[in-house]
């Protein structure tokens, strides 16, 4: 342990980072994306208990649902950017102001779009699965109501989220974690399986559970304060800023609208399939999110320590911490996976699958959990070095089409035409990550995506 310690120390100190504060800063990511898949996995475990026409309603209306909260996420993300370039530039006027007009952007986009989403949720629904038995139109119209009215607080609680991992405080990021997803079991626990409430009861525990999370993020981020930031920040818009934000979020907004948009098409034929296909391909995606928590904090981390060193003009360090974290997080996944794929029996008994459902989501996650050590790092990780040096716009084309050759046309044609059903959707995915891998190392050979700052 203490030679690999050593070399781990050799590979990733600088005089920007030290091994030390980038292990603390990742343990801690580690615990906050655990803590955001297990509880989602166990409310999704709990919609299942109602019946599989529960879980596949709020499967149906999940990517739609997606494509709106993506919109302000990407806001949020662009924003973070922006906050990590100031830490790294030791400026906190500019960090204040980033704090600011990201909160504030984040929950007026949020309530425009949950507006919208709220008015429209029946027609969208009826339009996009206009063969689906009335059940699943009615579960799935109520539910996606529901979310639509708990993005306005989340939005907001997303927002200051972001800025304390983009500062580092890593800690306080797992804090909010901690408690919106706790409230969100608890009250799933309550409205569910307590009082019998069903999809009510679901989007309910969102709602409650949101807006106590964004009541503690507001005040948490006063109680923490290190930057002068006040209530009028919230308000208060910088032209200079608010070009950085949007530049940056701009993109990621409209790659989220074209990657939701993809995934639309993916649910659209797989509605084709049976209620039981669809329960169990929102089953093994419950459970590869839980996979992915320890691949989804390498991004996190990548976001912070890249961002930093852009924001200090430190472009060598921009590529060699990418690079570096690639290589160490495929061992870091190569371990994850190890540990977790033998506790798949215990954790399907949560869902309530029947015979037939629990041998298609074997299928379905062993085939990703075979390419995630292999291709995830060089297919991901990368997209967020680029984007925090602003090449958001070669980042997000590459995910799109990988997303329309992986997905979309690889995907249709192996689930629909080809009779593999689900297991062809998911052998779509990892050969997604596959090529926009490939794609991206060849990017970041170049030192044209660094974008230097003057």
């Known amino acids: 342990m203490e030679g690999l310690n050593a070399r781990l120390d050799r590979l ?7 091994y030390k504060e980038l292990r603390s800063m990742y343990l801690t990511l580690v615990l906050d994306q655990f803590f955001i898949c297990f509880i989602g ?51 906190a006027l500019e960090i204040r102001r980033a704090i600011g007009e990201v909160t504030g952007l984040c ?9 919208l989403l709220f008015a429209l949720a029946e027609p969208l629904v009826r339009a ?39 500062l580092g405080d890593t800690r306080s990021s797992l804090l909010l974690t901690i408690v919106i997803n706790v409230a969100h079991l608890l009250l799933s626990l309550l ?41 009028k920040h919230f308000f208060h818009f910088n032209i200079a800023v608010t070009k950085d934000i949007i530049s940056l979020g ?27 296909d669809l329960a169990a391909h929102a089953v093994a995606n419950s459970m590869l999110n839980l996979h992915t928590t320890a691949a989804n904090a390498l991004t996190a981390l990548t976001g912070t320590v890249c961002g930093q060193c852009y924001g200090a003009k430190r472009y060598d360090l921009t590529r060699q911490y990418c690079r570096n974290i690639i290589r160490v997080g495929r061992i870091v996944l190569l371990c994850w996976v190890a540990v977790l794929y033998p506790f798949t029996p215990l954790l399907l008994k949560l869902y309530h699958a029947s015979e037939q459902g629990t041998a298609i989501v074997y299928v379905a ?39 329309a050759l992986g997905r979309c046309l690889m995907g249709y044609v192996l689930t629909i035409p080809l ?36």
Request: net charge positive; hydrophobic share 55%.
């Open 365 to 403: 996650l062993t085939t990703a959990v075979l390419g995630l050590p292999l291709f995830w790092c060089d297919g991901n990780i990368p997209i967020m070095a680029l984007r925090v040096a602003g090449d958001s716009v070669f980042a997000s084309a590459v995910s799109v089409a990988s997303l």
């Open 107 to 115: 929950g007026a986009v949020s309530l425009a779009l949950s507006t």
């Open 128 to 166: 996009l699965y206009p063969h689906v038995e009335p059940l699943l139109i009615t579960y799935a119209v109520r539910y996606m109501r529901m979310m639509a009215i708990s993005f306005i607080p989340f939005s907001i609680f997303n927002a200051i989220f972001c800025i304390f991992r983009s």
């Open 191 to 231: 409205f569910i399986n307590g009082l019998g409430m069903g999809v009510n009861g679901s989007g309910l525990s969102y709602i409650v559970a949101r807006v106590l999370g964004m009541l503690l993020a507001v005040f948490w981020i006063f109680h923490h304060n290190l930057y002068g930031v006040r209530f």
């Open 250 to 276: 701009a993109p990621l907004a409209v790659e989220a609208l074209l990657m939701q948009g993809g995934m639309l098409l993916v649910q659209i034929y797989l509605a084709r399939l049976t209620t039981t």
């Open 41 to 91: 996995m166990l409310s999704t475990a709990l919609v299942s208990s109602v019946g599989e026409a529960a879980i596949a309603a709020v499967s149906m209306v999940g990517t739609v649902n997606g494509l709106v909260s993506l919109v302000f996420t990407s806001l949020a993300t662009g924003g973070g950017i922006v906050v990590a370039r100031a830490k790294g530039s030791g400026d």
């Open 12 to 18: 990733l100190t600088t005089e920007q980072f030290s």
């Open 419 to 454: 009779g593999l059903g689900v297991p062809g959707i998911w052998i779509a995915l990892v050969s997604e990550w596959l090529l926009r891998g490939i794609v991206l190392n060849l990017r970041l050979k170049k030192d044209s995506w660094l974008h230097k700052m003057a």
